[in-house]
């Protein structure tokens, strides 16, 4: 039997670099894993592109593929819904490839009931450069970088239920842990695997 892909599940307060870090981890590890993009609600940011960065969708057809039960898990975050491909996932994983995803605390949460997860809390060094980092990326109007600041506040007190948690400090530090909890993982299911065979 083929053996699954792994799923890494990303969380993080908007503005912590989660983003970032995933696309450097990529650099290293294009042939090994999908990102999977996410479907949302909210408007495009500039540069953003539909299907590479998110399928932008209205909120009618949202609600069309929740009734469809087209999504392994959804939430909604600032007004806006936010939910995860159950097919592109499945078939992903079950070809054998992992699959790398950005998630906030809810889907973090029902995701990890659905299917076996690998979960990882990225966190900023301290609040005032996560706010530092959200003004300065540009992308939001002071008003939505004050509710996102707010929502950080929450989102911080859940990294106690993830398997690892990175600072985001230095870039390449933070890029080379998730380095290192990849060779980890792979090496726990070789070992997991070897004493199966034992058995
Ligand atoms: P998220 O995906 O978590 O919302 P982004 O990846 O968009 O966050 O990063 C938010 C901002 O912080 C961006 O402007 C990015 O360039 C910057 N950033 C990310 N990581 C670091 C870091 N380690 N040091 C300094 N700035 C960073
Ligand atoms: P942003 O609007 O900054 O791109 O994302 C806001 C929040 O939505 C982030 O915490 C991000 O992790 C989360 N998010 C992005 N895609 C999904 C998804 O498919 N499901 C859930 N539950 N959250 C998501």
């Known amino acids: 039997m083929k053996k699954k892909g792994m ?18 981890f990529l650099k290293g590890h294009r042939n090994d894993f999908s990102v999977s993009v996410s479907v949302t609600t909210r408007q495009p940011r ?18 069309d593929y929740v009734k469809k039960g087209r999504f392994l898990e959804h939430a909604t975050i600032l007004d806006n ?21 950005d998630i906030d605390v809810q889907g973090a949460g029902k995701i ?4 076996d997860c690998i979960t990882i809390f990225i966190v900023p060094p301290s609040f005032k450069e ?17 509710n996102r600041l707010a929502l950080a ?4 007190k859940e990294r106690s239920k993830y398997d690892y948690i990175i600072v985001n400090d230095k870039l390449a530090d933070a890029t080379g842990y998730l380095d ?17 065979e034992k058995l």
Not at 7 to 24: C, D, L, M, R, Y
Not at 46 to 63: P, W
Not at 84 to 90: C, F, H, P, S
């Open 7 to 24: 799923i890494f599940v990303i969380s993080a307060p908007s503005g912590t670099g989660k983003t970032t870090v995933i696309n450097e």
């Open 46 to 63: 500039k540069g953003e592109i539909d299907g590479r960065d998110y399928y932008f969708f209205t909120k009618e057809k949202f609600r």
């Open 81 to 101: 819904y936010y939910g995860t491909l159950r097919e592109t996932v499945l078939k992903t994983v079950n070809s054998g490839r992992n699959v790398i995803m």
């Open 112 to 115: 990890t009931k659905k299917v």
């Open 130 to 146: 996560l706010s530092r980092r959200l003004l300065n990326r540009r992308t939001e109007s002071v008003d939505a970088v004050k």
């Open 153 to 156: 506040k929450k989102e911080l």
């Open 180 to 196: 290192n909890i990849y060779a980890l993982e792979r090496l726990n299911r070789a070992m997991a695997k070897s004493k199966k």
